[in-house]
């Protein structure tokens, strides 16, 4: 799951927004410097981490991949995780992806002194809200994918494993609606 299946979990669960995205920020266990809702949403996005990485159709897709790029593919499977959310969004929405986007992003954007707390910068709205549609597009996967590999020991691993995600594209397409079903019955 990446930033937008996130928030899309967390505002099914009635958690907080920025929690959701700061669960990747934040390090540690001690979470005594944010308040309820923001730590209660830093603990689901780090329960929905662990039960996406072992769920039987993610753990399925996983194996798909080589040996060596096995590592990279739960990297991966994140973020095309976004754009499969995108492309059944109706499926899974009755409010337009675009507005979704946006509120999710004033939100988040809201919370900006907990992510300044975490040493990350205040996430812009505007900005936020345009890289949440970005992955609507298969090159918004691309770049999301370089970016992702920027901040890796060894880049090329994950480069050389994300040629191929939009292969993975039509099986992981598949297997989200269970996911999504049993991550919500899960956390709720």
Do not use: K
Request: proline share 6%; glycine share 8%.
């Amino acid at each position: 799951m990446n930033f937008l299946a996130h928030l899309w979990l967390a505002e099914r669960s009635a958690t907080s927004l920025p929690g959701a995205i700061l669960g990747d920020i934040v390090h540690g266990r001690d979470l005594s410097a944010y308040p309820d809702d923001v730590a209660t949403g830093i603990r689901l996005h780090r329960r929905i981490d662990v039960l996406t990485d072992s769920h039987p159709g993610i753990i399925a897709l996983r194996s798909g991949y080589p040996q060596g790029a096995r590592r990279y593919a739960g990297i991966l499977l994140d973020l095309v995780c976004d754009h499969a959310l995108i492309l059944d969004w109706e499926r899974y929405a009755d409010e337009p992806l675009p507005d979704f986007c946006r509120r999710s992003a004033q939100q988040v954007a809201e919370g900006g002194e907990w992510f300044q707390l975490a040493g990350a910068r205040r996430p812009q709205a505007e900005s936020f809200s345009q890289l949440l549609l970005s992955y609507g597009e298969p090159q918004g996967i691309d770049q999301a994918i370089r970016r992702t590999a920027q901040r890796l020991s060894r880049p090329q691993a994950l480069l050389d494993a994300g040629s191929g995600w939009r292969e993975v594209l039509p099986a992981l397409r598949e297997t989200l609606p269970s996911l999504l079903r049993d991550l919500r019955q899960a956390q709720i």
